[in-house]
């Protein structure tokens, strides 16, 4: 065990240092991986140490390196070690984060852990939530707690924008909503929920016999980083008596400093709030989370006592993580945001954050400075867009898509960086999500320099 543990270790602090000199991405068709993995089961094992090789050669490199500095494509993922070696541990404890009696150390972490976000939201003492596996997840879980407080009316609506994340729109089919009373909202030219539309919507939808129970707002659209007008959300969702749920699964974690608050006031006001401490919280697959402003109403939909757990109660006080989701197996979530913030405080997670936004605008500046590229959707927390569109060349939009495409190839197999593209506008555009604490001017420079070399080339 301890020679395999120094191994892997070894390996992982090689692939740190190594990982800012090599491509963002890597991977392998199918056809190749098929003709070297898919075998039948070994009746009798091999060395350990050729196993680990085997991983460490053929299989774990084929990725996109979420970490890797010049990784700005989707929401990348920057893991802090200490976090990496938490969830080493928490596996080899084999802890079942899912009750007090199973797990006391664990569950009282994340009770910390959860106090220190409800803190961070602003939420009152009655607040709470659960970690859970991601955004998705923390949706779902807060479509069911939105559903439990409007008592299951048969004809639910739900409310999102045309920005909102695909998991709402899942979440609504799972938790038993008609996939057409899930209604979408235009949003306005800065990618905003536009708020004469939803009340409208909601207006008709009452009228025609539906019941809105929910409407899910944006704190970070994962195309365009985009943040809904939270405070005029919670005015009109109070009035209306409408869940408000926000997803703040990418961008939520920008509250812990000045500037990200300014950016996010009104989320206090929120019913439910959905964050992903593996995106701008730097840690490991998998933690997000959801916190709510009264834990009740988690508890009252989920919390159910078979006989077969009867042993399992402790008594109040001591909370059960398996009565506020979807899970009951869980693992140890709280352990690695703990044993981070413990390891380097939360000065360093401020500047962390903080670096992400200020290179964001950085990027706008060389974009709108650029005589070859455009910005498509302005800097919003860490997230920006933009495409290949000469000033002075009066170029058609399709073959602008086209030729932005190429670009994108181009930045794909031809640059060490790796970005991926959004449509803001119905604009085909390239874009940048600056969520790595390892990021540099430098690398965001080079980055946004080779998309218009690769522009330059594409026009002639």
């Not at 006080?317 to 693992?331: I, V």
């Not at 990021?439 to 218009?452: F, G, I, K």
Request: net charge negative; charged share 25%.
């Amino acid at each position: 065990m301890l020679d395999l543990a120094v191994r892997a270790a070894e390996a992982l602090v090689r692939r740190s240092e190594e990982l800012g000199r090599k491509e963002a991405w890597d991977g392998e068709f199918r056809g190749e991986l098929d003709e070297k993995f898919m075998e039948d089961p070994p009746e009798r094992g091999r060395a350990p140490n050729e196993v680990m090789e085997q991983a460490l050669t053929d299989i774990l490199p084929l990725a996109l390196s979420l970490d890797h500095p010049r990784c700005f494509g989707f929401v990348p993922s920057s893991a802090t070690w200490p976090g990496v070696i938490a969830d080493f541990l928490a596996a080899g404890y084999n802890v079942n984060s899912c009750n007090w009696l199973i797990a006391s150390g664990t569950s009282q972490l994340e009770c910390v852990v959860i106090d220190w976000f409800r803190q961070w939201l602003g939420y009152p003492d009655t607040g709470g939530g659960v970690l859970t596996s991601g955004g998705s997840a923390a949706s779902l879980d807060a479509l069911v707690a939105a559903r439990e407080a409007a008592g299951y009316p048969e004809s639910a609506s739900v409310y999102m924008s045309d920005q909102s994340h695909s998991a709402h729109q899942r979440a609504v089919k799972i938790v038993g909503i008609r996939p057409e009373h899930a209604r979408i909202v235009p949003s306005d030219n800065c990618f905003r929920i536009d708020m004469g539309e939803l009340a409208s919507m909601v207006a008709e939808d009452r009228a025609a016999g539906l019941e809105p129970i929910a409407v899910c707002a944006n704190a970070g659209a994962t195309a365009t980083g985009a943040v809904d007008p939270l405070e005029k959300l919670a005015d009109f969702c109070a009035s209306e008596g409408i869940w408000l749920h926000v997803d703040a699964a990418y961008g939520g974690f920008a509250v812990v400093t000045e500037r990200g608050k300014r950016i996010l006031r009104g989320i206090d006001r929120a019913d439910s709030v959905g964050l992903d401490a593996h995106k701008w919280f730097f840690q490991p697959y998998e933690v997000g989370c959801l916190m709510v402003r009264d834990i009740s109403t988690l508890e009252k939909p989920f919390a159910i006592r078979p006989d077969f757990l009867q042993d399992a109660l402790w008594g109040s006080g001591h909370p059960n993580f398996w009565d506020r989701g979807l899970q009951m197996s869980r693992s140890a979530r709280a352990l690695k945001i703990w044993m981070s913030v413990q390891t380097f405080g939360m000065a360093a997670f401020r500047q962390a954050i903080s670096n992400g936004l200020e290179l964001a605008e950085r990027a706008q500046e060389y974009i709108d400075e650029s005589p070859v590229l455009t910005c498509t959707s302005p800097a919003s927390l860490s997230v920006v867009c933009f495409r290949v569109d000469p000033a002075g060349q009066d170029i058609a939009d399709h073959d602008l898509d086209e030729i932005n495409r190429e670009v994108l190839a181009h930045l794909f197999w031809d640059d060490p960086a790796f970005m991926s593209s959004a449509m803001p506008g119905g604009r085909f555009s390239l874009r940048l999500c600056i969520v790595n604490y390892n990021t540099t001017w430098d690398d965001v420079r080079e980055t946004l320099s080779a998309a218009e070399r690769f522009g330059q080339d594409a026009l002639l």
